[in-house]
Nanobody, 114 residues
Framework: VQLVESGGGLVQAGGSLRLSCVAS????????MAWYRRPPGKERELVAT???????NYADTVKGRFTISGDNAKNTVSLQMNNLKSEDTAVYYC?????????WGQGTQVTVSS
């Protein structure tokens, strides 16, 4: 599965961004899609997941601010990020697990200025 992220950029604290991840296959055939992020100088961490059954899960640090959603018609999974904080600054990666094989996108930079 090939994944292409977009939507990153520079935003002020309190602002919003929407990240998109376009898959090369139907997302209905993907068991789990997820967003991860790697903050500067830190390890990559899980942000949110979306299962093929429509179940979602979020890291405690983003609950209530971020929303993951899928659009089967566009083979796209999005991450709506509201009330952004400086600690959300990171490279954000899309991940897909299909038939026990994990695929990653190239990442998109999100920078939140305080």
């Amino acid at each position: 599965v090939q994944l292409v992220e977009s939507g990153g950029g520079l935003v002020q604290a309190g602002g919003s961004l929407r990240l998109s991840c376009v898959a090369s296959v139907s997302i209905s055939s993907i068991t789990v899609m997820a967003w991860y992020r790697r903050p500067p100088g830190k390890e990559r961490e899980l942000v949110a997941t979306l299962s093929s059954e429509g179940l979602t899960n979020y890291a405690d640090t983003v609950k209530g601010r971020f929303t993951i959603s899928g659009d089967n018609a566009k083979n796209t999974v999005s991450l709506q990020m509201n009330n952004l904080k400086s600690e959300d600054t990171a490279v954000y990666y899309c991940k897909a697990v299909r038939r026990f094989v994990a695929s990653w996108g190239q990442g998109t930079q999100v920078t939140v200025s305080s």
